[in-house]
């Protein structure tokens, strides 16, 4: 049960380590703002005594991965303690590449005190303008050799603080007209997904992360990319990274049973399954993936054992409250 829950990264209910439940084994943990005690001065010592609690029960061996979405502006889990901070757009054309790499090592110094070691970001999808679908200002610009420059930046600033970032969403949700989180987008034109592919091109390497979108494409077979194995490590671009789906729960890939899902994301390549919101979607994928044969899990739980091994390790020194009232400061500041 160990070595198969490894694939799961999930997500959790609970605000403390003693109340999440203990069956499952995973490779990876995400936290939400659910997950954070909203007082700015209870809530970060909680949340680092959370994540160390399930770094002493599963990361002993090998570091868990303590995942978390800090891009800042529309999608920050830690608007609750740092306010308002700017979009990804909005940093990169007021101050380029410079700010772009001062927000990464902000958001890496903040992640690091808590104890997170991988943030879910930055997106390179190419900004469009097209409103519903849940992207917006989330993505720095229209022109991908900016986008590259915007999201090469940014790594560099969070990775310098020994927190991993990841690439989303491939091949690129650019273009597309629907929100994935509650249907399959759609891209019919080749030469936008070609387009779209430039900033992967430039950045993704097998120690990376990579998230799939869950959008259909005219190579995809019907499929959603998440799901279909030339769209990940059988891809024709020549692409490498280290690939995670994006959440299983999303409505872009609900039209397949949670059996499929789960066979056809790992027969894909991926090395991680991220299942976020819920415990009855958890026991699903729990359900599919006993199912399998061995040989279908081997590929995935060696992959996640090997990118893990290189994660940065939970300190062992208390948390930090002077350190970290200075930099939500810093963050307040720099936000203004």
């Known amino acids: 049960m160990s070595d198969l829950g490894s694939t799961i990264w ?17 490779g990876g943990v995400v936290l939400f703002a659910r997950n954070f005690d909203p007082d700015p001065v209870r809530g970060p010592a909680r949340c680092h005594a959370l994540i160390r609690g399930l770094q002493d029960r ?12 800090q891009e800042g502006g529309p999608v920050s889990r830690l608007k609750l303690w740092v306010g308002e901070t700017p979009s990804f757009r909005r940093i990169w054309i007021d101050s380029g ?9 902000l958001w890496g110094e903040g992640l690091s005190l808590l104890g997170f070691n991988i943030n879910f970001a930055p997106l390179v999808d190419l900004y469009d303008g097209i409103p519903g679908t849940g992207l917006g200002e989330r993505r720095a610009s229209e022109d991908p050799g900016e986008a590259s420059e915007a999201a090469e930046a940014f ?14 969403h491939f091949p690129g949700l650019g273009g597309t007209r629907v929100d994935s989180h509650h249907a399959l987008p759609e891209l019919t034109d080749p030469s936008a997904v070609e387009r779209g592919l430039e900033p992967f091109r430039r950045l993704a390497h097998p120690g990376r992360l990579v998230m799939v979108a ?25 692409i490498q990274g280290a690939w995670i789906t994006d959440d299983l729960e999303m409505g872009g ?7 499929d ?30 199912s399998l044969s061995p040989a279908t899990l081997e590929d995935a739980i060696l992959a ?29 500041q720099a936000a203004e």
């Open 214 to 238: 869950h959008v259909r494409t005219p190579w995809s077979e019907g499929l959603p990319a998440s799901l279909h194995r030339q769209h990940v490590v059988g891809n024709p671009w020549g």
């Open 10 to 26: 999930m997500g959790i209910q609970a605000q403390d380590a003693v109340d999440v439940p203990t069956e499952l084994v995973p």
């Open 155 to 168: 790594l560099c600033g969070l990775e310098s603080q020994g927190v991993k970032g990841c690439l989303k």
């Open 261 to 290: 899902r789960v066979r056809l994301a790992l027969e894909a390549g991926h090395q991680a399954l991220l299942v976020c919101q819920s415990q009855e979607a958890i026991d699903q994928t729990v359900a599919a993936l006993r």
């Open 58 to 69: 599963w990361g002993k061996a090998v570091p868990l991965g303590m995942a978390i979405d």
């Open 253 to 259: 890939c609900g039209a397949w049973p949670w059996p």
């Open 304 to 332: 996640g054992r090997r990118f893990r091994a290189e994660l940065e390790p939970l300190s062992r020194t208390p948390f930090d409250q002077l350190a970290w009232d200075t930099w939500v400061r810093r963050v307040q």
């Open 97 to 105: 590449t410079a700010g772009a790499q001062a927000w990464g090592r």
